[in-house]
């Protein structure tokens, strides 16, 4: 599971890198972009479950980021203000789109099991992210910021503008939905005995 | 503590595989609630590991990043999009007064049309929903053709008509943003997969021409953005995506003809 500290796993240059983007060098943010890229992209593709929806609001937070970087105090948390700006692109899509539904995408095995485990893993697998894809996406989007990103409940309240404590009930509720959707179900239960 | 009691509070707890020492106490004791938090403690372990389709489009972006940097020289200092606030007062005055200028101007332009319009045959604003539909019944025709070959041309005519229809929403920032990303769908998705099924022959037949206009797209929407830049922001960033997603396509079609 995901540390809360997140001062080991930041990226060392960032402050000068923010300043220097600051200042007009867009080399610099283009390092940042190169950083954050991956895990802005993991976020939003299991939010929107969809490859090329992800793509496009990453790449339009970080235009965002971009035009909006002179307001950036340097030296707080560039993270969660690009998560929020990703976070505020996600709700205007979904309003634009008027929670059209996208289909989830088919997922590849994973290699490095053999075939039964990893028929069973795959199954595991693809049960949990058809569970993750029925959580509301407020619930979604905070479990998945505490779980993959690793961020405090403080810090995914200030990326989706929540006090700490609501940010900790959804995440609350999150967890406690997915554990009751992938609970077995009694007739499975009946089958194995 | 009871049971339900310890389980909320591993719900709730930032880090549910660490409980603190009260906890640690009733699951050390209680087989029931040690197995549920593992199960809790799997759950999450497992969601890192669920399979995410590697992103295409970060190297396209990072290298039109640097590209706009090599155009001003490797190292120097870039001057920032207009859209951001400008540090230096005496060009800050002259960027508002270029501005009150193009408003003005716009306004009068306005007016004089208003003038001249037959206010008669005035027609009630289109809704984007109806927009969004007519541009999407357009896409799919141009996809309901029987060959890849057939879908590549009316694909690239489609971009091509799509980038000459959106000046016509200059002054709507809602039909620009609409319209740029219907353009980027048409040719950094759809295009670039009807070019993969072309054949060989095919590749070398079709794609160099449409590359050629992708390029040339590229550089008019570049040059478009830089003069909306001071006074519409938001036009500047409709035509960035065009050019963006233009030099992607055409990169992609000029990877796919190298084979």
């Known amino acids: 599971m995901a540390s809360c500290d997140n001062s080991q796993d930041g990226l060392a240059d960032e402050h000068r890198l923010i300043v220097a983007a600051q200042q007009g060098d867009r080399l610099a943010f283009a390092q940042l972009v190169e950083y954050y890229w991956e895990r802005l992209y993991r976020w939003l593709y299991r939010l929107t479950g969809d490859q090329h929806m992800a793509e496009d609001l990453v790449q339009e937070s970080f235009l965002k980021a971009l035009a909006g970087l002179r307001k950036f105090q340097a030296g707080t948390n560039f993270r969660a203000w690009l998560f929020r700006i990703a976070h505020n692109n996600y709700v205007n899509q979904c309003r634009a789109a008027a929670h059209r539904r996208q289909p989830l995408p088919e997922d590849l095995p994973d290699s490095q099991f053999g075939p039964l485990d990893q028929a069973v893993r795959a199954e595991m697998l693809q049960n949990l992210r058809r569970a993750i894809h029925r959580l509301p996406a407020e619930f979604r989007a905070a479990l998945l910021l505490r779980v993959e990103e690793g961020l405090s409940f403080r810090q995914i309240a200030e990326i989706l503008d929540l006090t700490e404590e609501t940010a900790r009930w959804r995440v609350f509720k999150a967890r406690q939905k997915l554990l009751s959707l992938l609970a077995p179900r009694p007739e499975q239960e009946r089958e194995k005995s | ?259």
């Open chain 2, 1 to 259: 503590m009871n049971c339900t009691v310890i389980q909320r509070r591993l719900l709730a707890a930032e880090r549910p595989d660490q409980p603190p020492a009260e906890i640690k106490g009733h699951l050390a004791q209680c087989p029931a609630c040690r197995a549920w938090q593992r199960r809790l403690v799997q759950m999450e372990q497992l969601i890192p590991q669920l399979p995410v389709p590697s992103s295409t489009a970060k190297e396209p972006f990072l290298q039109w990043m640097k590209d706009e940097s090599g155009k001003r020289g490797q190292n120097a200092l870039i001057q920032p999009p207009a859209f951001i606030s400008h540090p230096f007062k005496k060009e800050r005055a002259l960027r508002k007064l270029s501005l009150a200028f193009t408003l003005a101007a716009s306004l009068l332009v306005f007016a004089l049309a208003w003038w001249s319009w037959p206010h008669h045959s005035v027609l009630p604003p289109v809704p984007l929903q109806s927009d969004q539909a007519k541009l999407e019944r357009r896409l799919s025709k141009s996809l309901h053709v029987s060959t890849p070959k057939e879908r590549v041309l009316r694909l690239a005519q489609l971009a091509d008509e799509v980038r000459g229809e959106i000046r016509k929403w200059m002054d709507n920032s809602e039909r620009l943003h609409q319209w740029s990303q219907f353009y980027w769908q048409v040719v950094s998705r759809h295009l670039i997969e009807q070019a993969r099924q072309l054949t060989p022959e095919e590749r070398q037949a079709v794609l160099p021409d449409i590359a050629l206009r992708l390029a040339a797209a590229e550089s008019e929407a570049t040059r478009l953005a830089t003069q909306c830049k001071s006074a519409a922001p938001h036009a500047a960033a409709a035509f960035e995506r065009i050019a963006l997603a233009s030099q992607k396509g055409e990169r992609d079609l000029r990877a796919l003809l190298k084979g």
